[in-house]
T-cell receptor, first 112, second 114 residues
Framework: KQEVTQIPAALSVPEGENLVLNCSFT??????LQWFRQDPGKGLTSLLL?????REQTSGRLNASLDKSSGRSTLYIAASQPGDSATYLC???????????FGTGTRLQVFP | GAVVSQHPSRVICKSGTSVKIECRSL??????MFWYRQFPKQSLMLMAT?????????EQGVEKDKFLINHASLTLSTLTVTSAHPEDSSFYIC??????????FGDGTRLSIL
């Protein structure tokens, strides 16, 4: 049973488009949400962390929101570039544990 | 800051070999380290959590005698895959954190068992 799901699984767009990546979770114990980027064969780079008391975070062209009541988070990428091509993973942190629960990922390709 | 180094980045070895992977926090003391496994085109699955100086806590379905984890210092944890077989081939990623701060991830180790 997948507790954190991401839609779409894959996305291919021309550069310049604004993108929305979705993350949904069923576990009510998830209290914060983190977005990561993973390049092929590499580890994870943290992009944004939304704490339990926050609803959104912004960094440059990236904006992430969190709605715990509906179990959803959204990563918005403005003016996409070929360098944004990677897999994007969301991960939820659980109350009273050290664990991060990772989503299934969205593979993004931005072509020139 | 908050750099995590993982070594080696790639290992290719014969079936039956034991393989050790190191995870180091370079500029902070890691009270907790995590080991994940990632199969192709799948997400990261937590294998175990280790706190410095104590035994690792393994996730359900992960064999502790197969995947030996040692966290002997605040900057180093090792994962040893004992008697590795082709089904153990995967991408292994560690992460480290201090206290309840966010986890910082290594670059991963690609393990291929022939």
């Amino acid at each position: 049973k997948q507790e954190v799901t991401q839609i779409p699984a894959a996305l291919s767009v021309p550069e310049g488009e604004n993108l929305v990546l979705n993350c949904s979770f069923t576990d009510s114990a998830i209290y914060n949400l983190q977005w990561f980027r993973q390049d092929p064969g590499k580890g994870l780079t943290s992009l944004l962390l939304i704490q339990s008391s926050q609803r959104e975070q912004t960094s440059g062209r990236l904006n992430a929101s969190l709605d715990k009541s509906s179990g959803r988070s959204t990563l918005y990428i403005a003016a996409s570039q070929p360098g944004d091509s990677a897999t994007y993973l969301c991960a939820g942190g659980r109350y009273n544990t050290d664990k991060l629960i990772f989503g299934t990922g969205t593979r993004l390709q931005v072509f020139p | 800051g908050a750099v995590v180094s993982q070594h080696p980045s790639r290992v290719i070895c014969k079936s039956g070999t034991s393989v050790k992977i190191e995870c180091r926090s370079l500029d902070f003391q890691a009270t907790t380290m995590f080991w994940y496994r990632q199969f192709p085109k799948q997400s990261l699955m937590l294998m175990a959590t280790s706190n410095e100086g104590s035994k690792a806590t393994y996730e359900q379905g992960v064999e502790k005698d197969k995947f030996l984890i040692n966290h002997a210092s605040l900057t180093l944890s090792t994962l040893t895959v004992t008697s590795a077989h082709p089904e153990d081939s995967s991408f292994y990623i560690c992460s480290a954190r201090t206290g309840h701060q966010p986890q910082h991830f290594g670059d991963g180790t690609r393990l291929s068992i022939l």
